[in-house]
C-alpha cells in the first residue's frame, strides 16, 4: 500500500498558485519525497524530490515540515498545462546501485480552470 | 538527453496472441524499470534491473510474462499469451546510480487485447 495520502482532486485558478499537500506520517528517516505528475496518455514526469529541506527548481516548490510527516508542491503559477494527476510518493535511498521503484498511490487530480 | 523511449506506442492484439514492447533508457543509466498502469490507477512495478541482473521480479506474472535486457541497455517485455485482462498501458523507466536518483518514465505502450 502507498504510504502518502493526497486528496483525490483539487481545483485552481490560471496564474494563481496551486498547492498540493501530501500527508506521509509514517515516513521514516531515510525515505525521500518525490513528487511526479501524469498528464493523459504520457509517462510520469519526475517534478521535484527533497529529504529533509525544502527545494525548488524550474518547476515547483516542495515545502517539507520540520518533522517530516507532511509536504506541499507548490507550482507558482499555475497553467492549464498544468493539469494532470499528482502524486506524492515517499522511498527509500538505497545504497550502492539504484533504489527500489516507486510506489504510487492514486494521487491528487488538478485541474486548472481558466 | 533523449528521454526514455518505447515502443509500439499502441498494440491490438487478439487474445492468445503473444506481444512483445521494447524500452531503451536514457544513455548511462543503469537501473531500468518495467510498470503497468491500469485505468485510473497508478502504475505498479513488474520488475528491476541492475544493469543485466533482475533484482526485483517479485510482482511479474511468471507464468506468461518475461523480460530480458541481455546487454544491460536495452529491454523487452513480452507477454504469452496475452488475456483478456492484460489490457493496460506498459511503462519503461530508468534511473542513475545514487541514492535518490529520480526515475525518468517513457510515454508507454497501450496494449489493447480483444
Known amino acids: 500500500d502507498a504510504k502518502t495520502t493526497q486528496p483525490t482532486s483539487m481545483d485552481c485558478a490560471e496564474g494563481r498558485a496551486a498547492n498540493l499537500p501530501c500527508n506521509h506520517s509514517?515516513?521514516?528517516?531515510?525515505?525521500?519525497v518525490y513528487w511526479y505528475r501524469q498528464i493523459h496518455s504520457q509517462g510520469p514526469q519526475y517534478i521535484i524530490h527533497g529529504l529533509k529541506n525544502n527545494e525548488t527548481n524550474e518547476m515547483a516548490s516542495l515545502i517539507i515540515t520540520e518533522d517530516r510527516k507532511s509536504s506541499t508542491l507548490i507550482l507558482p503559477h499555475a497553467t492549464l498545462r498544468d493539469t494532470a494527476v499528482y502524486y506524492c510518493i515517499v522511498r527509500v535511498a538505497g545504497s550502492g546501485g539504484g533504489a527500489d521503484g516507486l510506489t504510487f498511490g492514486k494521487g491528487t487530480h488538478l485541474i486548472i480552470q481558466p | 538527453e533523449a528521454g526514455v523511449v518505447q515502443s509500439p506506442r499502441y498494440k491490438i492484439i487478439e487474445k492468445k496472441q503473444p506481444v512483445a514492447f521494447w524500452c531503451n533508457p536514457i544513455?548511462?543509466?543503469?537501473?531500468l524499470y518495467w510498470y503497468l498502469q491500469n485505468l485510473g490507477q497508478g502504475p505498479e512495478l513488474l520488475i528491476r534491473?541492475?544493469?543485466?541482473?533482475?533484482?526485483?521480479d517479485s510482482q511479474l506474472p511468471k507464468d506468461r510474462f518475461s523480460a530480458e535486457r541481455l546487454k544491460g541497455v536495452d529491454s523487452t517485455l513480452k507477454i504469452q499469451p496475452a488475456e483478456l485482462g492484460d489490457s493496460a498501458v506498459y511503462l519503461c523507466?530508468?534511473?542513475?546510480?545514487?541514492?535518490?536518483?529520480?526515475?525518468?518514465f517513457g510515454n508507454g505502450t497501450r496494449l489493447t487485447v480483444t
Open positions: 509514517t515516513i521514516s528517516g531515510n525515505e525521500y
Open positions: 534491473y541492475e544493469n543485466e541482473e533482475a533484482v526485483d
Open positions: 523507466a530508468s534511473s542513475s546510480t545514487g541514492e535518490s536518483s529520480p526515475l525518468h
Open positions: 544513455s548511462g543509466h543503469n537501473t
